[in-house]
Structure formats: structure tokens, C-alpha cells
């Protein structure tokens, strides 16, 4: 059973830096696209952050610049590198990953790991 497990989140003050990480157990093959998301209380969630395989990376305009997403394709683990954060960058952060192709695609997700900026 793959298991996507989040860590890293935490409490911060403004401008400070977190390193997020997504690590899959129970993989045997690698993942095709790694994001990670977020939801605040009473917002939708999110697309943060996303990279392919072949490391093509997108982010939300909001964190551009700031936050940068990278994996290890052979431990099929995801990264968010998060600089100068602000206190509207306070969520839940949720990995997710997607493998397969056809009838054998599948969509995981962690259960999230909280970032708290503060003023």
C-alpha cells in the first residue's frame, strides 16, 4: 500500500525558511508528477507547487520566486524549499503524487503537515 508522508511543517516567523519533505513508502515504481498543495481555513486547496519526471516544475504565482519544488526520482521522494514566508502562506501542506498510466493511474495523497507563519 503506498503511503505518502509528509514532515518539516512547523510554526516560523516572516521571512524565515522551511524544507518540506514528501517521502513514499511501499513503491516499487517511480511517480510521473509530485505536488504539493495547500489549504488555509476557509480557502480552497491549492496548487502550490508541481514537478514531472523529467523535473519540469510550475508553481502558483503567489510563491514564485520563494518556494522551490524538487524529488529524488529514486527514493520517489518531493521537496518544497520554502523562503520568505509570509504569514498568507499559512496552511496545510499536502503532498500528492500520481503513477501509472491508462486503467493502472493512480493519485495519492499525504495527510498534510502544517506550516504556521507568524507576524
Known amino acids: 500500500q503506498v503511503q505518502l508522508v509528509e514532515s518539516g511543517g512547523g510554526l516560523v516567523q516572516a521571512g524565515g525558511s522551511l524544507r518540506l519533505s514528501c517521502a513514499a513508502s511501499?513503491?516499487?515504481?517511480?511517480?510521473?508528477?509530485m505536488g504539493w498543495y495547500r489549504q488555509a481555513p476557509g480557502k480552497q486547496r491549492e496548487l502550490v507547487a508541481a514537478v514531472t519526471r523529467g523535473g519540469i516544475t510550475n508553481y502558483l504565482d503567489s510563491v514564485k520566486g520563494r518556494f522551490t519544488i524538487s524529488r529524488d526520482n529514486v527514493k520517489n521522494t518531493a521537496y518544497l524549499q520554502m523562503n520568505s514566508l509570509k504569514p498568507e502562506d499559512t496552511a496545510n501542506y499536502y503532498c500528492?503524487?500520481?503513477?501509472?498510466?491508462?486503467?493502472?493511474?493512480?493519485?495519492?495523497w499525504g495527510q498534510g503537515t502544517q506550516v504556521t507563519v507568524s507576524s
Open positions: 500528492n503524487a500520481d503513477s501509472g498510466s491508462g486503467s493502472l493511474r493512480k493519485n495519492y
Open positions: 511501499g513503491s516499487i515504481f517511480s511517480f510521473n508528477t
